[in-house]
């Protein structure tokens, strides 16, 4: 079983990964590649092995391990969209060693806001194209017609953010787990509020979800949280 886009972006933001024990550091920017093909785009993590140990001989020896299975190669930086795993040439000047990472976004100035790691956590950063070959493009991964625009995505991120404080304050109940696991998968939350616009919606399912965590003593404060989520929308 495969999660959304979203739900995985949120899931990894900020942590180090390590899927195959191989690297120094073990956190590579290949291992951002593995868990995004698992988890998201349906393939084996062995489907995304490098064979020759750098991360760009995914997209150059193409289809090897069998990966065109669940993707698509394409060659340049053309057409780039939210979704799609980027790869760059080994000896490049941003990257001697090559690189992968999972675009959040359509290019913009010469570069793309990525999911990337090494160095550092995973995390986002706008990375230049300069020295991209190409990128993989999953076939199981909708992201077209109806999605959001950077405005609607930037009211969204903000309330589940909120929704994360309202666990925060909530701390210590059973359904507080279940809060936040529903607060990480955008597209439950999207549909649960029939829509980025419909606020209303929104509220009303806070205060579902405040009655399903029954039990809390601040509920002032959480009523005063759904009056700002209100406004925020
Ligand atoms: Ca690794």
Redesign the pocket.
Known sequence: MTISFDAWAVSVDGQY???????D????C??VW?DYLVRVVGGSQTMGYAPTGFADSVWINFPVNGVDAVVTRYSGTEGLRKGDVVFWAYGSASYPSSHVAVALDSPSGGSVYCMTQNPGPTHREYLTLAGALGYLRPKNVTIGDDEMTPAQEAKLDSAIADIAWLKTRVGGTTSATSLTDGAKNTDWLRERIGGTENSKNLANELEWLKGRVGGVTDSKTIHEYLKGIDQKL
Do not use: R
């Open positions: 990964i390590d899927k195959d024990g191989y690297g550091p073990v956190t590579q290949h291992d593995l």
